[in-house]
């Protein structure tokens, strides 16, 4: 075990025998799984840390302005309202197409022959 997960392991255990960690939100419930069945397990907890920091890898972030843009045409109550959204979702549409659906990293096989290049 490497050092700093002993040390994290004992302030944990620490702060069990103190209480500091007994009625906490969510206590008792199964923890909500995200979308992080498609991150290839390494990189989990970076993207959580990266997702609890705000940060939105480009194709998530393109993926909900689509999405909004889409919810947002539903609701549209005048022609010309209709009319931008439907440029701005083909505009979205568009820059997703040449991208491509999913960023290489959320790929696990792209990430496995990229440790195999390293000789990992």
């Known amino acids: 075990m490497w050092l700093i997960d002993q ?3 004992r302030k944990i255990n620490e702060a069990v025998e103190r209480g500091d960690l ?10 909500r799984q995200d979308e992080d069945l498609l991150v290839p ?39 010309e309202e209709s ?4 440029k701005r979702l083909a505009y979205l549409r568009m820059k997703s197409s040449i991208s ?15 440790l195999e290049e390293k000789g990992q």
């Open 22 to 31: 007994d009625n906490l939100p969510g206590s008792g419930r199964p923890l």
């Open 83 to 86: 009319s931008s959204l439907n």
């Open 7 to 9: 040390i994290a392991e």
């Open 41 to 79: 397990e390494e990189l989990r907890v970076a993207y959580r840390l990266l997702k609890n920091a705000g940060y939105l890898p480009p194709d998530v972030e393109l993926r909900r302005d689509i999405e909004s843009t889409e919810s947002l045409l539903i609701q549209a109550s005048t022609q």
């Open 100 to 114: 491509g659906s999913l960023s290489p990293l959320f790929t696990e096989a792209f990430y496995t022959a990229k």
